[in-house]
Nanobody, 124 residues
Framework: QVQLVESGGGLVQFGGSLRLSCAASGFSLERYPMGWFRQAPGKEREGVTCINSRDDNSYYADSVKGRFTISRDNAKNTVYLQMNSLKPEDTAVYYC?????????????????WGKGTPVTVSS
């Protein structure tokens, strides 16, 4: 059974950091490009960043470039999102998913499965 479980969200102050994790089960994450999305209250879900499966090239939304870093640990079947210099506008529920990742913007692809997400709140 395919599962993606996001964790690591929480409440953080402006300028703080968080590291999100996305643990996969039921499939081998190393075979798939992976991405992080977020959905803020009242807004549509948007892509944040993705990482390729072949060469680990990654792509970012302009709004997070230089602040967020995506990485993967295939041995742990986990993808991470390191978020630094957080801003109130980063407040959202963050989701990981398998994606098509050839640049930005990127789209849901592969298994097309959503986890439950992990909420991030950045206070000003």
């Amino acid at each position: 059974q395919v599962q993606l479980v996001e964790s690591g969200g929480g409440l953080v102050q402006f300028g703080g950091s968080l590291r999100l994790s996305c643990a996969a089960s039921g499939f081998s994450l190393e075979r798939y490009p992976m991405g992080w999305f977020r959905q803020a209250p009242g807004k549509e879900r948007e892509g944040v960043t993705c990482i390729n499966s072949r060469d680990d090239n990654s792509y970012y939304a302009d709004s997070v470039k230089g602040r967020f870093t995506i990485s993967r640990d295939n041995a742990k079947n986990t993808v991470y999102l390191q978020m630094n210099s957080l801003k109130p506008e980063d407040t959202a529920v963050y989701y990981c998913a398998t994606v098509w990742c050839g640049g930005y913007p990127f789209s849901l692809g592969g298994l097309e499965y959503w986890g439950k997400g992990t909420p991030v709140t950045v206070s000003s």
